[in-house]
């Protein structure tokens, strides 16, 4: 058995990684604020400390304590709006935070370390599929601050005997997801199709997304930090370009409803076509995403007709 710390555990992504872990037999702690994350997302089975990780000695505390094996860092200001509106805020928790974790795993001497970065260090790309060695150009502070700490990441790597990933999660979804994220539509749809409320969609809805399953994105995570022959940085995707009016499609077929959607102007700034290849995890891992777009929204959909 071996014991786990994961920031960010009481979060979307985060609780579906320690329900992977606890089902695996490892002991979990999860570091968390409970800011985005909720209490509730917790198994019992895990220990939980609430704490912050801007709070430097509480973090190298709460590691110290519990000398894990690993570390998934997953607690992070996950969403661009926010990053735009508190840029200080935004920096201070993904590249400060950061630090602190990656100073808790040196000085306690935890050799494996597994970060959660995102598609958002790249921006615009030009050349699809995007890869890891794609130009990063990110256009809002959350992707500068995800670049940054990637950065520190592999800076860490290089100085200390710590096996690093950062993993750059395409856009995520599925149960237990919060709704101002950019696969945050999908829960807004499954919302809007099952109270039978309008379905708005920005633009002509032909812009595209990479669209990957939160659990086989919980599956990536535990194989990065337990496969040696991972190190570096990782695209998790399912290299598929879903366009918004075909997931409303389907979403509404497994909702057994047939919406008249408005749509309404395009967000300014909004990227057309996006979606990442995984070659390199695959190649590393031999990981691929094993849940379909249809079988993912249809559980997505059960999730909330549930809830
Ligand atoms: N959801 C996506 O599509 C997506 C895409 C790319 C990258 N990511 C990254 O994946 C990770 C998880 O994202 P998520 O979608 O589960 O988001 P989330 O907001 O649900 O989870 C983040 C967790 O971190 C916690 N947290 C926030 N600030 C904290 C702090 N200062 N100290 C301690 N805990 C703090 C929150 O309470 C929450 O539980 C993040 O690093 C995010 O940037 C997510």
């Not at 999860?30 to 509480?58: H, Q």
């Not at 001497?109 to 598609?119: I, Y």
């Not at 077929?253 to 408005?262: L, S, Y």
Request: charged share 25%; glycine share 8%; hydrophobic share 35%.
């Amino acid at each position: 058995m071996q014991t786990i710390f994961v920031t960010g555990g009481a979060g979307f992504i985060g609780s579906h990684v320690v329900e992977r872990l606890l089902s695996r037999g490892d002991r979990v702690v999860v570091y968390d604020s409970l800011t985005t994350g909720t209490a509730g997302n917790i198994p019992p089975e895990a220990l939980f400390i609430k704490g912050d990780i801007r709070d430097k000695e509480l973090v190298e505390q709460s590691v110290a304590r519990h000398q894990p094996d690993g570390i998934i860092h997953l607690a992070a200001q996950s969403k661009v709006g926010p990053s735009l509106e508190k840029p200080e805020e935004d920096l201070s928790i993904n590249i400060l935070g950061t630090v602190h974790m990656l100073e808790a795993a040196r000085k306690t001497g935890v050799s494996r370390f597994v970060s959660a970065s995102s598609a958002a260090v790249y921006g615009d790309v030009d050349r699809l599929p995007i890869m890891e060695v794609s130009p990063k150009e990110p256009l809002s502070p959350y992707g500068t601050s995800k670049l940054g700490a990637e950065q520190y990441i592999q800076s860490y790597a290089r100085l200390y005997s710590i096996r690093t990933a950062a993993l750059r999660f395409a856009n995520v979804y599925g149960p237990r997801q919060t709704v101002d994220t950019e696969a945050g539509v999908i829960t807004i749809f499954c919302e809007a199709l099952l109270a039978g409320r309008q379905v708005y969609i920005q633009g002509d809805g032909g812009q595209t997304r990479d669209f990957v399953y939160v659990k086989d994105v919980a599956e990536a995570v535990i194989e990065a930090l337990n496969k040696e022959t991972v190190r570096g940085v990782y695209n998790v995707s399912s290299e598929t370009q879903t366009s918004i009016n075909e997931l409303l499609q389907q979403l509404s077929r497994a909702a057994g409803k047939d919406p008249e959607p408005d749509h309404g102007d395009p967000r300014p700034g909004d990227i057309r076509h996006s979606f990442l290849s995984y070659q390199r995890l695959h190649e590393a891992a031999g990981w691929s995403p094993k849940v379909s777009l249809a079988e993912g929204l249809k559980r997505t959909m059960e999730y909330y007709q549930q809830k």
